[in-house]
């Protein structure tokens, strides 16, 4: 995205520091793709069944502030220049999603998660740290999260009626994407994570999940 120009120390930091308010409160700087559920009509939903799938999104709005942090955290720690790039343009694919989300949730009537400072900046320390440990690791942990989120999407289509078309095609949409940077992730050299790394981060998301469902 900034890879263009030679960038000072202060510029990084700026447009750091832009990224992570765009992401948290909500206004990402979008690729330019369509909302591929925005032509669909809206299912008839009760009230729990609203409530529920509303809340759903809640929980993939958070999730992708975390995604947006992770690639933020990676870029600014990798070590070839090949690598922060492939980094920044997953990271703008998904703003996207964050945007996709946010209008189904304003859609839904239900509001962000409170906590998505928190999760922001707890991400982005993560991201930092997978990219002090070398650009194979960093794409790694790609990988390995990318995979654990098409899990976390595929398990939310099978608690989302069918009728509900709007939602469903925005989570295929995300679905197919994050396998799309996982495979990308893993043809630029990304490494397996091991045993332990890949449980603590499902033990992480386990949190977020559940906390943002309610919060």
């Known amino acids: 995205m900034y890879s ?3 960038l000072t120390q202060t510029d990084s930091l700026l447009i750091g520091l832009d990224q992570a308010l765009r992401t948290v409160f909500g206004r990402p700087a979008m690729t330019g793709r369509p909302n591929p559920a925005s032509a669909l009509e809206e299912a008839d939903l009760n009230e729990r ?3 529920h799938i509303a809340r ?10 975390c995604a947006q942090a992770l690639y933020q955290g990676q870029a600014v720690t990798a070590h070839l220049p090949t690598v922060r790039e492939t980094l920044e343009r997953s990271a703008a694919e998904e703003t996207d999603h964050l945007a ?7 859609e839904l009537g239900e509001r962000r998660s409170l906590l998505n400072p928190v999760w922001y900046t707890g991400s982005f320390a993560m991201g930092a ?5 070398g650009d194979n690791w960093s794409l790694g942990f790609v990988v390995e999260t990318e995979r654990q989120v098409e899990s976390h999407l595929e398990g939310h289509l099978r608690e989302i009626p069918e009728r509900d078309t709007k939602t469903r ?3 295929h949409q995300m ?3 994050e396998i799309h940077h996982a495979e990308v992730a893993k043809r630029g050299g990304g490494a397996d994570m091991p045993r332990p790394i890949q449980w603590a981060m499902k033990a992480a998301a386990k949190v977020m999940t559940r906390t943002a ?3």
């Open 49 to 51: 069944e609203r409530r």
């Open 56 to 65: 759903l999104m809640r929980v993939n709005h958070t999730g992708e502030v």
């Open 4 to 6: 263009q120009r030679h």
């Open 213 to 215: 469902y309610w919060v």
């Open 129 to 133: 740290l997978a990219g002090l440990a």
């Open 175 to 177: 679905k197919a994407d």
């Open 100 to 106: 996709w989300c946010e209008t189904r949730l304003r």
């Open 169 to 171: 095609t925005l989570i």
